[in-house]
């Protein structure tokens, strides 16, 4: 069976790209961090099923369901979440990026923020849009409300950075201002001003397609069910900002689909796109290697009470 010439193209593209000129080899060799059997299996298996689905989709065939997840997977490896240093972008992470849009994402890196216990133990991400306002996600504003002694007690805090120009700044958060209606996000307050005086700019009206590339950042943490070629992905260090850059997917109604490389903890992150800078979508979920969904920006914009807590839209 044959697959869709446009599905083929697209897949061959996406991985074309991530691969940048390497060869499949490059990006499925044998996790440092993994020894015996595992890396037997890391090194052969997912190499072999990696080219015999390349060869596939030059001939036009249908994949098979774990050749399709391999060539994500091969896609994650090729572009990883590196780590964002001393507030500056690294440049790996944003191949093509001009100096402006650039500029428009440095300048917001010190308002995103991990969330979590004020005793270090991150799980989420957030980021200012307004001195004391963060948006993350529904479902991570409900866990902060779950454990109600805590959040009175000040013991939920967002986490800033340090930078070349800041320190490190915990900010209790006081409280869920409100939600989107329908979208998986929602509004927190801060006890005090975050680092930005107004907070990330988010587009009004994002145009996107598919193919267009984006940005992730946000603070991604270990789980369980990750595979074990990712601990040498990330080199074992967890929780702290990282960049991922991706494409997107497709767009349907107020939901944006990606492919930057995410792990549990970046619910919440902002999704910038690269030839503006803008905040385009709050990354909501995703299933690891393969897709991941995100909230547009414009699902804000069209609700007038969410609308008004943003200091500053593109």
């Known amino acids: 069976m044959r697959m869709h010439m446009d599905e083929t193209s697209w897949l061959l593209e996406r991985l074309e790209r991530a691969l940048e000129g390497r060869s499949l080899e490059e990006v499925f060799p044998a996790p440092r961090a993994l020894v015996g059997f595992e890396a037997a299996v890391a090194s052969s298996v997912d ?13 036009g065939c249908r994949l098979l369901p774990a050749e399709i997840e391999v060539l994500e997977e091969g896609i994650r490896r090729a572009r990883p979440a590196l780590r964002i240093e001393k507030g500056r972008l690294p440049f790996l992470a944003s191949p093509g ?37 963060l948006v993350t996600c529904a479902h991570v504003a409900e866990r902060l409300l779950q454990d109600h002694d805590a959040l009175a007690r000040g013991h939920l805090v967002a986490c800033f950075d340090a930078d070349e120009h800041r320190e490190e700044r915990v900010i209790p958060i006081t409280g869920v201002l409100t939600r989107h209606p329908l979208e998986d996000v929602a509004f927190l307050e801060m006890a005090s001003d975050g680092p930005l005086e107004q907070g990330l700019r988010l587009a009004r009206e994002p145009w996107l397609s598919s193919g267009g590339s984006v940005l992730g950042v ?12 990712v601990d040498a992905l990330f080199e074992n260090v967890y929780a702290v900002k990282r960049a991922s850059p991706g494409e997107l997917l497709g767009v349907e109604s107020a939901r944006l689909f990606h492919d930057c490389t995410t792990l549990s903890g970046n619910s919440g992150s902002p999704l910038f796109e690269l030839r503006t800078g803008l905040v385009v979508g709050i990354h909501a979920a995703g299933q690891f290697a393969w897709r991941n969904t995100a909230v547009s920006t414009r699902a804000i914009h069209a609700v007038e009470q969410l609308r008004s807590f943003v200091v500053t839209w593109g």
Request: aromatic share 12%; hydrophobic share 50%; proline share 10%.
């Open 97 to 133: 990026l001009d100096d402006a849009a650039r500029a428009v994402i440095e300048a917001s890196l010190p308002g995103i923020a991990s969330i979590g216990w004020s005793w270090n133990i991150p799980w989420a991400t957030a980021f200012q849009v307004a001195p004391r306002v």
């Open 47 to 59: 190499g072999v099923l990696a080219q015999r689905a390349v060869e596939k989709l030059r001939a």
């Open 218 to 229: 946000g603070y991604p943490i270990y789980s369980d069910g990750n595979p074990p070629w």
